[in-house]
Structures are given as C-alpha cells and as structure tokens.
C-alpha cells in the first residue's frame, strides 16, 4: 500500500528486505508467524501477497472505540480525494497533542475487519478548554476502502488511540540542539501525504509568518499527477497567508497543458532546482512516498542541513515498542 493509495501517513513501497523488522522467514507459515508477532497480524495477513509492503514498524495494539461519520466531501476536482470527518470520544481527541500523529480506523469490531492507518489532517487544538471533538482525515478513493471513502453522515466506524509520537519539531527546532536556532522549515509531501503537513501548517507549532513578524520562513513542496487531484489547492491561499509559500509540482503536465503553466517534474527535482539557501538554520518535515523521502533527504544531507532536523511522522515512536 502506498501513501496515495491508502492514507496520508508517512508509508512507503517497499520491498521485504528494506523493512525496519525481521521479515517471515520462507520456511515459516503465515499463521505460525502471526502467532509469534501478534502485533504485525494485520500487516501480514493483509499484504503477505503484496510486494508493496506497508512501512509501518512495531507499534501498540490498538484499543477500539465507536466513531461518527459527520461529513464526507471532495477535496480534489477529480473527486478521487475525499476529507471525511469523523466525531470522537472526548478521550482520543485528547490524546491528539502533536501534528503528525494517526489512528487506525476500520469498518466494524469484527476480527475480519481489517484496519486502515490514517494520519490525522485536521490540527490539534490550541484550546485546551476547547469541546471540538472531530478529526479530519484525507482520503484517496480506492477499491478496497469504499467503505469509509463513500461513507454518509452518521455512519459508526471503530477508532483506535492516537498513535505516534507525530513530527517531533519542539525538541529538534527549538534551541540550540544543532548549534544553529531552526529559522527556516521546507516542507515535502505528494498525493494524500500532505495530510499531517496540513495539520502542522494550521496548527501554531510551526512558529510560522510572514517575513517581518518574527516567525520562521517556510516552503511546502507539493507532489501530484495533475491539478485535479490536487487535494486542499482552495486552502494554498490562507497557507501563503500565514507565511507558508506553497510550490505545487505536476508529474504528468502532458494530461493538463492547457491548465497548468507551473512547475513540473517530482518534489525531487524542484528542491534541486532551488536549492537550500542556509541549510544549517533550516529544518524540514516529510510525508509521502519511499522515492521522494529518500531523494529529498539525500538532497538535504548534501546541502548541510542537520540529520536531526528532517522530521518525519513515522517509526520513531512505534519501532520502540
């Protein structure tokens, strides 16, 4: 399963040799395996056919709990992304603190029932006295997830706890962790990856604004095939307002040269072009798939910006358990 494919959650395609845990041994039955990782029973009973494994890691077992489907709408001209916000216990929306963080949601509490990983796109919310209990989530249409994709208000659906531990930009943007205060952040997503990057955009955790109002600069780099599935475009305007330049990328400028005269290629190949002006005072979150995480970190690396200081929302907080 890829990013674009299933959730806007940090995962990659990758193969079985790349992943961060011991992969089933051949000579291992699938249900023998399950047995002896209990934690990794949906990914392998869900992808053991599947060479584009989810790059997921160890994590909690998850603790279900009811959810509302309060509104499901398009997000993209194509109508191939949808946002679907769902209504949650007081309980998880509490443990929703930093932009980044996920749930795994599925159909009913049947065993059968297999979960989805959705990174949370709404913000977390500043207010602590605050009753909003809604997430948002972005999803792309699939043949496997109709039932959340076209779900109408009202529907229940089963909600994990929040998981992960999100982007960590507190412990590695402030200060002087890297010798050099953190002033200037890029921001790297494609397809529903830009998902926990809207999150940290309209949330205050950034430290975002425009030039002169003493925040940090910032650059979202945005991958997609074509302007139609381009989620959250009617939202550019308001980023750029809080100082948030936004820089759209298309992959396949032959199937829309009539309406898009901007740049084109991979994320990849932008940030190259640009370059990073002062690397050792810039930080940099990334969600989206293998290719571009890999490339972009390369590039990021060899400009001199810090290791520590390019966040992503995956593995660290799950691997540990």
Same mark, same amino acid.
């Given at each position: 399963?890829?990013? /674009?494919?299933?959730?806007? &959650? ?42 584009? #494994?989810?790059? #997921? ?23 191939? &992304? ?29 065993? /059968? ?21 809604? #997430? ?51 921001? &790297? ?44 475009? /009617? ?5 750029? #307002? ?63 910006? &810090? ?15």
């Amino acid at each position: 399963v890829t990013v /674009d494919e299933a959730f806007g &959650f940090s995962t990659f395609s990758t193969s079985r040799s790349s992943l961060p845990f011991q992969p089933k041994p051949s000579t291992v039955k699938d249900d023998e395996w399950v047995s002896q990782k209990p934690s990794l029973c949906s990914f392998w009973t869900s992808q053991a056919r599947d060479s584009s #494994m989810l790059f #997921m890691g160890w994590g909690p077992e998850p603790t279900w709990t009811t959810a509302k489907v309060v509104s499901n709408v398009d997000c993209s001209p194509s109508g191939q &992304f949808v946002q679907v916000t769902v209504d949650v216990s007081p309980e998880v929306i509490a443990e929703y603190n930093v932009p980044g963080q996920y749930v795994q949601l599925k159909e009913n509490d049947s065993e /059968d029932a297999k979960p989805i990983f959705l990174a949370i796109a709404s913000p977390p919310s500043s207010d602590e006295e605050s009753s909003d209990t809604k #997430m948002e989530f972005l999803i792309k249409r699939t043949d496997s997830n109709g039932w959340i994709a076209s779900a109408s208000d009202s529907t229940e659906v089963y909600i994990s706890q929040v998981l992960g531990g999100g982007f960590p930009m507190k412990e590695n943007f402030e200060g002087f962790k890297f010798d050099f205060p953190c002033q200037n952040v890029l921001l &790297f997503a494609n397809g529903s990856g830009i998902a926990p990057l809207r999150a940290a955009i309209e949330s205050k955790q950034l430290n975002v604004a425009l030039p002169g109002k003493g925040g940090r600069s910032a650059r979202l780099y945005y991958g997609v095939t074509t302007p139609n599935d381009m989620p959250y475009a /009617d939202k550019f305007r308001e980023w750029e #307002m809080k100082g948030v330049e936004v820089v759209p990328v298309v992959s396949r400028p032959e199937e829309c040269e009539e309406q898009w005269n901007g740049r084109t290629g991979y994320v990849q190949n932008a940030l190259e072009e640009d370059g990073v002006p002062i690397p050792r005072n810039t930080g940099a979150l990334l969600c989206g798939v293998k290719g571009m995480a890999e490339s972009v970190k390369d590039l990021l690396s060899r400009a001199g910006v &810090f290791e520590g200081r390019v966040l992503t929302n995956f593995l660290k907080s799950a691997c540990k358990h």
